[in-house]
């Protein structure tokens, strides 16, 4: 493990270097400044921006029923998280029920979207530090679960599947069995992730010590998700302040020890487990009955809502500012990539530009939820 730089004996020659915006390591548009001493980045700049597309603006200009599409958009690994935040956030304004059996697909499908974010995020971070036969079976993996999100959505990446009331489709016994067999699948298939990474001495040696953001960091920058408890501070909105039926599974909170690469790392693995967990739980205990709650035509009193859900990167807020007309007032949201990006400059200084890559890639940031 090589630790960062205190100081360089001889002449110094500082410079600066660009990465990205087109960077493979950086996952969309990022540019990233650097100010280099040799191979040792000695300060880092973020510069956001570059896939900025007005979203919040966007949504003063429409019915509250015309965002939906827009809420997958921002984070496309985790669409139907960012979906489940909005549609809750009216339904809370509006003081709508939900119904029992649609609670629980939400909770199913919420969690196959989770896993699914999970494995992009864990193959794609390998990919990064140089080993390419891990994405392919997280591909692979993913692949079973857009299959069946498909079959109830009609879509792969972003959806429109909830909606203020329930759900707009019902699952049926086919779907029922697919994700029985998926989460046999992914059970056996997770030591296979053990033997090939985890494990490996080479992925050991890359991330163990390296990025620590330790709890008083982590705190000060208000990270979350994953990259809060891989800090060992064990904040979950759906354990802390349970939404929809949460509270009625049991599962636990996977927290790191060390707060650094692997931590990151491991806890999102642990989080695939529990998530199969929940959907098991979910699927046993699915009730009869209808998916949609017959509704009025949608207009939100004047007056302000806050709603948080955990999505696959951390806490989810959208806040919204009605002043009683069919369109918001205002809409803000708070993503949870913003967030883990801002202790980047503090938690890079000083650091060899390989390790940068494996601490900013253990955030598993993405880009347009950031810009959105």
Wanted: net charge neutral.
């Amino acid at each position: 493990m090589v630790t960062k730089l205190e100081k360089i004996a001889g002449p110094r020659h500082r410079f600066l270097l660009n990465m990205g915006p087109q960077h493979p390591s950086t996952h969309g548009v990022l540019r990233v400044v650097l100010e280099m001493d040799g191979e040792y980045a000695m300060a880092l700049d973020p510069v956001l921006g570059y896939g900025h597309r007005m979203h919040e603006k966007m949504a003063e200009g429409r019915p509250y029923n015309g965002f939906y599409p827009n809420t997958g958009r921002m984070d496309y690994l985790g669409a139907i998280l960012f979906n489940h935040g909005y549609v809750g956030l009216l339904e809370r304004m509006c003081k709508v029920a939900v119904p029992e059996r649609a609670e629980y697909v939400r909770v199913i499908t919420s969690e196959l979207n989770r896993i699914a974010s999970h494995l992009v995020g864990i193959g794609a971070y390998v990919l990064d530090l140089g080993a390419f036969t891990p994405i392919l079976y997280a591909f692979d993996d993913r692949e079973k679960i857009l299959d069946i999100l498909e079959e109830i959505t009609g879509s792969r990446l972003t959806y429109c599947y909830f909606r203020v009331g329930g759900v707009t489709k019902d699952i049926d016994d086919t779907f029922i069995r697919r994700t029985r067999s998926f989460i046999d699948r992914m059970r056996s298939r997770l030591p296979m992730y053990r033997d090939l990474v985890t494990d490996n001495i080479i992925f050991l040696r890359r991330t163990k010590g390296i990025g620590i953001i330790d709890r008083d960091m982590a705190a000060r920058y208000g990270v979350t998700g994953p990259v809060l408890r891989g800090s060992g501070i064990a904040y979950d909105v759906r354990k802390s302040e349970p939404y929809s039926i949460y509270d009625r599974f049991d599962f636990d909170v996977p927290v790191g020890e060390n707060g650094d690469s692997f931590d990151r790392y491991i806890v999102r693995i642990r989080e695939i487990e529990q998530s199969l967990r929940i959907i098991e739980q979910a699927l046993d205990g699915l009730p009869g009955g209808p998916v949609m709650e017959k509704t009025k035509k949608l207009k939100l009193p004047a007056g302000a809502c806050n709603f948080t859900v955990e999505a696959a990167r951390g806490s989810l807020s959208y806040y919204l500012i009605g002043d009683g007309s069919d369109t918001p007032y205002r809409l803000k949201v708070r993503v949870p990539s913003y967030s883990n990006l801002s202790p980047l400059p503090e938690l890079c200084k000083g650091m060899l530009l390989s390790d940068l890559v494996t601490a900013m890639g253990s955030l598993d940031l993405v880009i347009p939820e950031i810009d959105r």
